[in-house]
DNA sequence: CTGAAACACTGATCTAAGTTATATTTTCTT
DNA sequence: AAGAAAATATAACTTAGATCAGTGTTTCAG
């Protein structure tokens, strides 16, 4: 592996968002040497549910689904991992088989990471193993909420809800707009939600005549964000 | 606090299973003279939904529903914290303030570890910290998994896969029955899997009388192990 | 021991959202 | 550029499970 290459650790697009930000440039090229760096195009698999997970993925670019499948075929997404998170940790972490399918959703640059060396920066760099701890965390807040909100809260506030995550995760302002950088199907979306594709493309539809949000192609604006915080109905 | 006293951390009844099970004396006993034990009884809240988290809780005995409430006073159990287990470091961890509430479900024994000490601890014991790790990420896992069961299942194959889990973590086999040692009542597993309190009844009543469930006063017995699997149509 | 809550259960409606079906548009593939 | 495949959209129908209403049964405080 090359040496401040453009694929090296400190080099790395997102160098100052994941689990390493806080590493020092030796410490960084110690892991630079160690992991493996790899692209995946639009729809390809990192890993399949059901198999033994090896490593971590450290994703520098791109987005990538989380997919659990049920045992009748049908889909969940259960997390989206975009560009400086980490991936594949919490089955790794906890010695299960992966329970859930990563796919790209587009071009991706990702770097993966033998779980004996992860282990090994983790049990010596304490920042590392915070900022781990600090992830899944987040992640963990994110999926109770969820899971509440599933019980909760009816389709057209759910929808309201992750229009706003993905405002947060994923918006850019434009103008007097949110622009979503994730392109994301309808099918997605509903499985994002526990609902039906039909079901959600009729909110959808209602939201748009609302004046709410806005489609160029499959570019998605939220345009009225105040409106959307009132249907989602939010806690305290 | 007394050194060796009942409420040590070097006594503790449940000194083998959580995040502190590979430290030795000296550490067990440095972290025992920085936490406050504590009781409390059945029905008293340990920490309110939408207050700042000061630290963490560590159980040694008794077991603590966390209850997250939505904004129309409907409410859902996200989380059950049993004797070894550790409460409240979700919140602290990301520097929220607590999501959910945390009421003991029975007379229990806590003791709160403060949050500048609990990080120190951290910092200074990869042990301590892979340990949380693998916490947060089992938890996360079983978070996930309800998230997708929610979402593909109904009522009666989310019932008997909360009734695994109860088994999985609260049974004890006794002749050949598994008997569930955590009281719940019919309200609480509905909001653990998502439904109404009718609707969980109806089926309880259903279980019943397929012999696959059996009651003695509010204690829970398993008889059938095998047909709850079929009927929760588990994922391979 | 007693009266009031809290809990358990049952039945009758009602409705949000799933399902099925079909048409149209967009996006890939060759 | 044409044809196939995937995604979007709408409407009609069905249903799982929520809600409402009422009765029996524990539990527990005083």
Redesign the interface.
Known sequence: MKKNGRTSCENCESRSEGIFCDLNLPELSNISEHKIFNTFKKGQTLFV??THPFGIYCVSKGNIKLT?????G?E?I??IIHGGDILG??????D?DH??TATAMEDTEVCFIDKKFI?KV???N?TV??H???K??????A???????????NVRERLAELLLSLKATHGVKVDNRWKIELKLTREEMA?MI??ANETLIRFMTEFKDAGIIEQDGKILFIKDEKELVNWA????
Chains 1, 2 share one sequence.
């Open positions: 549910q059901g659990k499948t049920g045992p009748d049908k969940t259960v997390r940790h919490r089955s790794l972490f906890c299960d329970m859930a282990l983790i049990e010596e304490p193993a915070l781990v701890i600090n899944l965390s987040r992640d963990m807040g999926a109770e909420k969820k899971l509440s909100s599933l019980h909760q809260k499985t526990g609902t109905n939010l806690d305290y």
